[in-house]
């Protein structure tokens, strides 16, 4: 039972290395929420990506998250207003381009 627990521990991370470890039952090919959305990694995602919005599951509603608000043009159109001073782990800031080049 302890080498069991040993294995399925939760994810570790280690600074000095700049490192993050996770356990993780079945490999993924690819880290792309998108284009291979299956359960392990979605978990692994919510840790790691940050969206526009995240849907409140106790309130059932949507929330802002990187976006500071959004709008409804039209059937097929959202306008996001990004939040100023998120950065990225080397020091860029985001933009929407950002969010154009993950969407496209």
């Known amino acids: ?4 627990l040993a294995v399925a ?10 490192t993050i470890r996770m356990a993780i ?6 880290v792309d929420p ?15 990506y940050q969206g ?11 929330v802002n ?6 709008r409804r043009i039209d059937d097929k159109t959202l306008e996001f207003d990004i939040k100023e001073g998120i950065k990225f782990h ?3 800031e985001l933009t929407a381009a950002d969010f154009k080049a993950t969407y496209e």
């Open 1 to 4: 039972m302890a080498a069991a």
């Open 9 to 18: 521990g939760p994810a570790y991370a280690q600074k000095s290395a700049d």
């Open 25 to 30: 039952n079945d490999m993924f090919p690819l």
């Open 34 to 48: 998108y284009n291979f959305p299956q359960d392990e990694q979605t978990t692994f995602n919510i840790a790691i």
């Open 52 to 62: 526009l919005v995240n849907y409140d599951e106790h309130n059932g509603k949507y």
């Open 65 to 70: 998250s990187s976006a500071k608000a959004w």
């Open 90 to 92: 080397n020091g860029d």
